[in-house]
C-alpha cells in the first residue's frame, strides 16, 4: 500500500528522543522553548507557543483573542472539523465562507459579501480562520485589509503550511494576522507524533496563550494580582488547561526542523511532476498561485465518479482519501441549522475531491505506479 501520507523519521529523530528519555526532563525541560525557538527563527517571528495538538492550538489562540460565548468565527467548510470545533468549545458560534473552486481556499470576495450582510445584521464575526489548503496560503494581503475594514482578528489555521511562503515570507510570520497555527500530526509536514504550535507578533497574546496552554497559570509577578508570595509562588488568574508539549515531542520536533527544507524541496519536486505525469489525463489539478509557494501537504486532484475512481485506487493499493468531507455537513453541524446547499462550491468540489499520495520518502517509481493506477481507474469508469 502505497499511503496518502507518511512521516519520515530517521536516526537523527530517533536519538533526539532517547536523549531527551535519558535526560532529567521529560516534560517542561528544556526542548519545548529550543523548539519553540526554532520555530520562531524560521518563520521569523517573535512568539512560538506549542501545545500538544493544533485543535489545543486553535482553542487557546480563540480564547486569547476574546471568543466566547455570542461571539462568532468563520472559517470554511473545506477544512478538517477542529478548525470550527475549537470556536465551540469557546462557546461561540460557527458560520462558514465558501471556496474558490480553481484553489479550494477561502473566496474573499465571498468573504466580503458575507461580511457586507453581517455588518448590517450586527453579526461580524471576532475571528476569521482562513485554511492555507494543502500548504497554499491564502491572499494575506485582502484578508489583512477586510479585516481593519470590518474590525475582526485573523488566526491562520497553517496546519497545512509549515515551509509555506507568502509573498516569499515564510507562512507563520503573522504579518498579516495576529496568529498562525501549525499541526505536527505525522500526516503533515513535519511531525512530533501530536503536536501543535502558535506563532505571534503579540507579546501580550503569546503570554495569554502561554498560561492557557497550562491550567491558566503564571509565574510572572508582572501578570499576577497583587504581590508574589515567594519562590514557590504561582497564580491562577483564567481558567487554562493541560494543553502542554512534551520535551519527548518538542525533541522530535527540533530534529525535524532541521530536514524542513529538505521535506518542502521532495515535495515540491513531487507535485511538480504530478503536473506533468497527469497533463493527458482527465483529472483537475491544484492550482498555482502566483503570491504563494505552497509546502505540498496535499496534491487534490478533481475528477469524475470520484467514489469509483476512489475505490479502484484503494483496490490497487493506492492509498487515497478525500480532503474535507464539508464541515457543515457533519451531523453535529446540521443539528446546528446548517444544511446541504448553504455552501455549493464547497460542496461541489467534495464530490469531485482525491488526495492522492505525496510525502517525502516517496521515490519516482510509486508515484508513476500512482499516475498508472490512476489512469487505469478513470479507463474502467469513462
Ligand atoms: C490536522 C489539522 C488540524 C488538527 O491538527 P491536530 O494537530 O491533529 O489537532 C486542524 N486543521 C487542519 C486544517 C488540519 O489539517
Redesign the pocket.
Known amino acids: 500500500m502505497i499511503p496518502y501520507g507518511r512521516q519520515d523519521i530517521d536516526k537523527a529523530d530517533i536519538d533526539a528522543v532517547v536523549d531527551v528519555l535519558q535526560s532529567d526532563f521529560l516534560t517542561q525541560g528544556p526542548a519545548v522553548p529550543a523548539f519553540e525557538a526554532a520555530i520562531a527563527a524560521h518563520c521569523d517571528v517573535a512568539h512560538a507557543v506549542a501545545v500538544n495538538?493544533?485543535?489545543s492550538a486553535l482553542h487557546i489562540a480563540y480564547l486569547a483573542l476574546g471568543v466566547a460565548p455570542g461571539k462568532i468565527v468563520w472559517t470554511v467548510p473545506n477544512?478538517?472539523v477542529?478548525?470550527a470545533n475549537a470556536a465551540h468549545y469557546c462557546g461561540a458560534d460557527v458560520g462558514f465562507v465558501d471556496i474558490d473552486p480553481s484553489t479550494y481556499l477561502m473566496d474573499l470576495n465571498d468573504l466580503a459579501k458575507r461580511l457586507e450582510a453581517a455588518e448590517k445584521s450586527g453579526r461580524l464575526p471576532t475571528v476569521v480562520s482562513p485554511?492555507h489548503f494543502g500548504g497554499m496560503s491564502v491572499d494575506m494581503r485582502r484578508l489583512r485589509e477586510l479585516a481593519d475594514q470590518y474590525g475582526f482578528a485573523i488566526v491562520e489555521?497553517a496546519?497545512?503550511a509549515i515551509g509555506a511562503e507568502y509573498e516569499r515570507r515564510p507562512v507563520g510570520c503573522c504579518l498579516w494576522s495576529d496568529i498562525a497555527v501549525f499541526?505536527?500530526?505525522p500526516v503533515?509536514i513535519i511531525t512530533t507524533a501530536?503536536g501543535?504550535l502558535a506563532t505571534t507578533r503579540d507579546a501580550e497574546l503569546a503570554a495569554t496563550m502561554q498560561e492557557l496552554r497550562t491550567h491558566g497559570i503564571t509565574r510572572d509577578p508582572e501578570r499576577m494580582r497583587g504581590p508574589s508570595e515567594g519562590g514557590w509562588y504561582y497564580q491562577q488568574t483564567k481558567l487554562g488547561f493541560n494543553y502542554r508539549m512534551t520535551d519527548m515531542q518538542a525533541a522530535l520536533g527540533l530534529s525535524q526542523m532541521k530536514r524542513l527544507d529538505q521535506f518542502i524541496a521532495r515535495r515540491r519536486e513531487l507535485a511538480n511532476r504530478y503536473d506533468q505525469l497527469l497533463a493527458g489525463l482527465p483529472v483537475g489539478r491544484p492550482a498555482r498561485l502566483e503570491s504563494s509557494e505552497s509546502s505540498w501537504h496535499l496534491y487534490v486532484i478533481q475528477v469524475p465518479e470520484r467514489r469509483r475512481v476512489f475505490d479502484a485506487l484503494r483496490e490497487a493499493g493506492i492509498g487515497v482519501n478525500v480532503h474535507y468531507i464539508p464541515v457543515h455537513l457533519q451531523p453535529f453541524y446540521r443539528d446546528l441549522g446548517f444544511s446541504p446547499g448553504d455552501y455549493p462550491r464547497a460542496e461541489a468540489y467534495y464530490e469531485q475531491a482525491i488526495s492522492i499520495p505525496l510525502y517525502p520518502g516517496m521515490s519516482d517509481a510509486d508515484q508513476d505506479a500512482v499516475v498508472a493506477a490512476l489512469g487505469k481507474a478513470l479507463e474502467a469508469t469513462s
Do not use: I, R
Open positions: 495538538s493544533a485543535t477544512t478538517f477542529a478548525t485554511v489555521d496546519s497545512h499541526s505536527f500530526h503533515k501530536e501543535g
